[in-house]
């Protein structure tokens, strides 16, 4: 009896774990469209700064803050969901869903310090409108490493493939494990994951966790994140090319 009852409640968990895995992946779908908006509205903001259209400007960062703000929470819902799956155990007692998935979200919105209008996303928005007239140079009250590190600043934990030593940007299928988050050409992680024998443990060095092929998927924000990384990678070559020409002019006149 007792054998049936912890088969029964096994059973229960595996589900709820597989429910909100499922959730959680759906609802990254809504964050990837978020993300897609916001760059969008950052090319608008780059068009209207250079028409020094600078009320525009403010008016589209002001509503880039609001949407950062929704952005957060949809992260943290998402990321709530799946955490829910994981620690979830039947108890003798009826579970609140409710309280457990609120209590998930507020953990995650605490270990959050930055305010939305200091958030990465927001700096990078007004680093690159003030790099529209003032490339290379730093904005005020800011130093140069600092706009260095919110330009280059990434969400991706790798950035190059360990198995084809591409970088992210460069693969023609990028994946992405849903255990550790790490990033792979797909044809070279799922030939690693099949001549692996046993438990194919993540190639990343130092990562532990094991790899299963239906868990390593192109999920809709690794998308979004690699192109805004190719576009970051743009606007700090084209950076370094004005501060050689600089670097030039001053040797010239000296």
């Given at each position: 009896m007792a054998s049936t009852s912890a088969s029964r409640h096994g059973g229960a968990a595996?589900?709820?774990k597989n429910a909100a895995t499922t959730l959680s992946a759906e609802s990254q779908s809504l964050v990837a469209e978020i993300r897609k908006a916001l760059h969008m509205m950052t090319e608008i903001a780059v068009e209207f700064?250079?028409?020094?259209?600078?009320?525009?400007?403010k008016d589209l960062e002001n509503a880039v803050a609001e949407l950062v703000e929704a952005y957060e929470n949809c992260a943290s819902y998402a990321a709530a969901v799946e955490s829910v799956g994981n620690i979830y155990q039947p108890g003798a007692e009826l579970t609140d869903f409710k309280k457990l998935l609120e209590d998930e979200f507020e953990k995650l919105r605490s270990s959050s310090s930055s305010s939305s209008q200091n958030h990465q996303l927001i700096r990078k928005f007004r680093g690159v409108v003030w790099n529209v007239h003032h490339l290379g140079q730093p904005m005020p009250g800011e130093e140069q490493e600092d706009i260095v590190m919110t330009s280059t600043q990434s969400s991706l934990l790798n950035i190059i493939c360990p198995l084809s030593g591409k970088p992210v940007t460069e693969l023609a299928e990028p994946v992405r494990s849903v255990l550790c988050k790490h990033i792979y050409e797909k044809k070279a992680i799922m030939l690693y994951i099949a001549s692996e024998?046993?438990?194919?443990?993540?190639?990343?060095?130092g990562c532990p966790k094991i790899l299963?092929?239906?868990?390593v998927v192109c999920d809709?924000?690794?998308v979004v994140e690699i192109e805004e990384m190719r576009c970051t990678s743009r606007q700090t070559a084209r950076a370094n090319v004005v501060e050689d020409f600089t670097e030039l002019d001053e040797e010239e006149d000296n």
């Amino acid at each position: 009896m007792a054998s049936t009852s912890a088969s029964r409640h096994g059973g229960a968990a595996g589900r709820i774990k597989n429910a909100a895995t499922t959730l959680s992946a759906e609802s990254q779908s809504l964050v990837a469209e978020i993300r897609k908006a916001l760059h969008m509205m950052t090319e608008i903001a780059v068009e209207f700064e250079k028409d020094n259209e600078s009320a525009k400007v403010k008016d589209l960062e002001n509503a880039v803050a609001e949407l950062v703000e929704a952005y957060e929470n949809c992260a943290s819902y998402a990321a709530a969901v799946e955490s829910v799956g994981n620690i979830y155990q039947p108890g003798a007692e009826l579970t609140d869903f409710k309280k457990l998935l609120e209590d998930e979200f507020e953990k995650l919105r605490s270990s959050s310090s930055s305010s939305s209008q200091n958030h990465q996303l927001i700096r990078k928005f007004r680093g690159v409108v003030w790099n529209v007239h003032h490339l290379g140079q730093p904005m005020p009250g800011e130093e140069q490493e600092d706009i260095v590190m919110t330009s280059t600043q990434s969400s991706l934990l790798n950035i190059i493939c360990p198995l084809s030593g591409k970088p992210v940007t460069e693969l023609a299928e990028p994946v992405r494990s849903v255990l550790c988050k790490h990033i792979y050409e797909k044809k070279a992680i799922m030939l690693y994951i099949a001549s692996e024998r046993g438990q194919p443990k993540c190639p990343i060095a130092g990562c532990p966790k094991i790899l299963q092929a239906e868990k390593v998927v192109c999920d809709p924000l690794l998308v979004v994140e690699i192109e805004e990384m190719r576009c970051t990678s743009r606007q700090t070559a084209r950076a370094n090319v004005v501060e050689d020409f600089t670097e030039l002019d001053e040797e010239e006149d000296n």
